[in-house]
T-cell receptor
Framework: GENVEQHPSTLSVQEGDSAVIKCTYS??????FPWYKQELGKRPQLIID?????GEKKDQRIAVTLNKTAKHFSLHITETQPEDSAVYFC?????????????FGQGTTLQVKP | EPEVTQTPSHQVTQMGQEVILRCVPI?????FYWYRQILGQKVEFLVS????????KSEIFDDQFSVERPDGSNFTLKIRSTKLEDSAMYFC?????????????FGSGTQLSVL
């Protein structure tokens, strides 16, 4: 079935350093790849997304890259800050038609040390 | 900014009891979803709903689960006879045009505890 693998499961960086989280997906029909940030006990918040017709997208300190051939996509956070500490989930769209669904990765707990 | 709202935020129930989780999607959205997240695990798809019918459901969404849009604003998830393993955070989500064209917005969740 559809699957999304996410690595690493935990990531600890010093404030100001960069953080990279990687995901691979199995459904070759996936065409939408969002990233969510989840703070403890709160809802997943969309931070950036990319569709399959582009290879890279950037929004201030956050960027996402997509390699459709290899079926992997990555989240890059530069100049990390303590408030970036959270669990980050990647996801890939799956299913037919407009409705679709998201298949989530296992999550990465990012800790940014001051 | 419009938000998906969910009630209650916490629900405690005894095993075997029925629970109804309520959601109010963003008003101009047409596609509705339920996801769940067991503590410390990933978010899992349960069901999608469009045009007053289920579009897709996962293996988790068995005969004990049902969804309904009873009026023009609410979207509910019912679990008929809760089991211990149903304990999780349940997230409602909605989208204006479906994932082919639009983003998914999540509610703040209902933490369900089955004792």
């Amino acid at each position: 079935g559809e699957n999304v693998e996410q690595h690493p499961s935990t990531l600890s960086v010093q404030e100001g350093d960069s953080a990279v989280i990687k995901c691979t997906y199995s459904d070759s029909a996936s065409n939408y790849f969002p990233w969510y940030k989840q703070e403890l006990g709160k809802r997943p918040q969309l931070i950036i997304d990319i569709r399959s017709n582009v290879g890279e997208k950037k929004d201030q300190r956050i960027a996402v890259t997509l390699n459709k051939t290899a079926k992997h996509f990555s989240l890059h956070i530069t100049e990390t800050q303590p408030e970036d500490s959270a669990v980050y989930f990647c996801a890939a769209s799956s299913g037919s038609g407009n409705t679709g669904k998201l298949i989530f990765g296992q999550g990465t707990t990012l800790q940014v040390k001051p | 900014e419009p938000e998906v709202t969910q009630t209650p935020s916490h629900q405690v129930t005894q095993m075997g009891q029925e629970v109804i989780l309520r959601c109010v999607p963003i008003s101009n959205h047409l596609y509705f979803y339920w996801y769940r997240q067991i503590l410390g695990q990933k978010v899992e798809f349960l069901v999608s709903f469009y045009n007053n019918e289920i579009s897709e459901k996962s293996e988790i969404f068995d005969d004990q689960f049902s969804v309904e849009r009873p009026d023009g604003s609410n979207f509910t998830l019912k679990i008929r006879s809760t089991k211990l393993e149903d304990s999780a955070m349940y997230f409602c989500a909605s989208s204006e045009m479906g994932l082919a064209n639009e983003k998914l917005f999540f509610g703040s969740g209902t933490q369900l505890s089955v004792l």
